[in-house]
């Protein structure tokens, strides 16, 4: 530990982090009142214009997730699940859509008739079973009671974002839900700007969004007619057209045939449609800019829990495809040590290439040792998850250490963007010394004031090895931030893919 403490002694400018500098919280427990979003979600149901007319109904099926505006939804996912409602008598359909004491029969059947049989099932499927006065039909099933419907589809909205976006919490996914107006897809656009997603696109998710929509679904169902696999074929169908849509049935008199014929048009087809996600993800962001503040104004969940370990996965992944690289008979016999004592994954190569390239050096320097241990046959997880973690220490030091204005959350945020990797995380990693102009593409800088780096490259190496425990940080520093040795890695990697066996040549 001596030589560490002599490295961030002797240099000034090192901004070293671990453990317990970047603390997250992400086992405590944190309490989210759903209160105000359940208040919003019932506003939403009875904001919902029904036949023009401003009715509060019971709907069993119009949940507000989707990929439209939480009141789209509600209409939407009623029409979409329409049909599983099953099957009414004539008259029933007749008594509880019009009321013999409030409409003439005549005309009343008269309107029936115009309407097409989804149009039917549609509102059959909002009433389910009642009357607009309220009186039973039949043995039909009782609407839902106060506040179920509002926390079916609270339920539904969480399971929504948890699947899509790893390490959220469903307190943090509430949180997100209540600053963005109970709205799915805008509290989407939320998480994405509060963890520095600049790079994610929802339309180039479409597996992942689908499997949303149906854990959504399954998480709000409590009646046997919710069918994920209809619920998700039925958006596939209205997708075709969502600008069309969302423009119906944001109006004042809601087209419910406008979606009759997007449903009908898509049923006819052998396949059915792509879910388009292009649409819905703009509709979203203009959404997003009509709050006014963004957020509503409140305070959304801290971000680095999750960057933290999103960046932990990415890495832990680097090391498995790390060491599928390597021989097996070699890394068994010889280079285990090296890969658990000194195989970091930062370098001016891509990640997989700097820990095989760093384990082969750290063998060739520092040899003692290797016989003792004999042949290995595994690197226990716990062993290999702890020097994932002195790679991420070591990669976010780099960073603060080369670009002073970086808080370590921001050297996370930009360390998620690039992928973990130094040279997208670094725009000048490979010029060598500091920038005199400022010049080159900043694209990956997280902060305008973070563009010039302010250190050398081989100082920035110094406080990355201290951060990991490297058993030699000089000797690293003078390997990675050697300008000769540099260059050979890149003449190297340009002609194949980094193996132990070309290192050990080279």
């Known amino acids: 530990m001596s030589c560490p403490q002599q490295i961030a002694e002797q240099s000034s400018s090192s901004r070293i982090y671990g453990r317990n500098d970047l603390k997250d919280g992400f086992l405590t427990k944190i ?3 759903t209160e105000p979003v359940l208040d919003r979600i019932g506003k939403i149901y009875r904001r919902v214009n029904i036949d023009n007319k401003e009715l509060l109904l019971p709907i069993p099926n119009g949940f507000c997730f989707g990929l439209l505006d939480p009141a789209a939804n509600i209409v939407a996912n009623g029409f979409i699940m329409a049909p599983a409602m099953g099957e009414i008598t004539g008259g029933e359909r007749h008594q509880a859509l019009f009321g013999s ?8 059947q008269s309107d029936w008739n115009k309407m097409t049989q989804n149009e039917i099932c549609f509102l059959e499927n909002l009433l389910f079973g009642y009357r607009l006065d309220g009186i039973k039909i039949g043995n039909r099933t009782k609407p839902q009671s106060d506040g179920e419907m509002e926390q079916r589809s609270l339920d ?23 600053a963005a107006n109970a709205d799915p897809l805008v509290a989407d656009h939320l998480i994405v700007i509060r963890r520095g997603l600049r790079d994610f696109c929802l339309y180039n998710n479409t597996v992942a969004v689908e499997t949303a929509l149906r854990c959504a679904a399954a998480a709000a169902a409590r009646h046997p007619v919710n069918d994920p696999e209809q619920f998700v074929l039925g958006w596939r169908q209205l997708s075709t057209d969502l600008n069309g849509l969302d423009s119906q049935l944001s109006s004042a008199t809601p087209n419910y045939r406008h979606i009759d014929r997007l449903m009908r048009d898509s049923g006819t087809s052998t396949a059915p449609p792509a879910l388009d996600l292009k649409t819905p993800w703009e509709l979203a962001r203009a959404r997003l800019a009509q709050l006014c503040p963004p957020g509503s104004g409140k305070e959304l969940p801290p ?10 996965a990415t890495i832990h992944g680097f090391y498995l495809k790390a060491l599928g690289t390597i021989p ?3 890394l068994c016999a010889r280079y285990h040590r090296s890969i658990v004592m000194g195989g970091y994954c930062y370098g001016p190569l891509d990640p997989v290439s700097n820990i095989v390239v760093n384990s082969v050096w ?3 320097t520092l040899p003692g040792g290797n016989n003792k241990h004999g042949k290995l046959e595994m690197i226990s997880t716990k062993c290999l998850w702890r020097l994932v973690a002195r790679s991420l220490y070591g990669l976010v030091s780099f960073l603060c250490t080369r670009y002073p204005c970086l808080t370590p959350d921001l050297a996370l945020q930009r360390l998620l963007m690039s992928g973990a990797d130094l040279r997208a995380a670094d725009p000048y990693l490979l010029m060598g010394g500091p920038p005199h102009s400022n010049t080159g593409s900043n694209n990956n800088n997280v902060v305008n004031a973070s563009v010039i780096p302010s250190t050398s490259v081989a100082e920035a190496y110094a406080a990355a090895a201290t951060a990991a425990f490297h058993p ?3 000797a690293q520093q003078e390997f990675l931030g050697s300008s000769n040795v540099r260059d050979k890695l890149l003449e190297l990697a340009e002609l194949r893919p980094i193996k132990t066996r070309e ?4």
Do not use: H
Not at 101 to 108: K, M, T
Not at 303 to 312: P, T, Y
């Open 503 to 506: 290192c050990l040549v080279s």
């Open 156 to 178: 539904g909205l969480v399971a929504f974002l948890t699947y899509l976006f790893p390490y959220l919490p469903e307190a943090e996914a509430t949180a997100y839900l209540d």
């Open 472 to 474: 030699c940080p000089l």
């Open 362 to 364: 750290f063998d060739l």
């Open 303 to 312: 971000a680095r829990a999750a960057m933290k370990r999103l960046l932990l």
């Open 328 to 330: 097996t008979n070699e």
């Open 101 to 108: 004491s409030s409409l003439d029969r005549n005309e009343a």
């Open 31 to 33: 309490q989210v009142p």
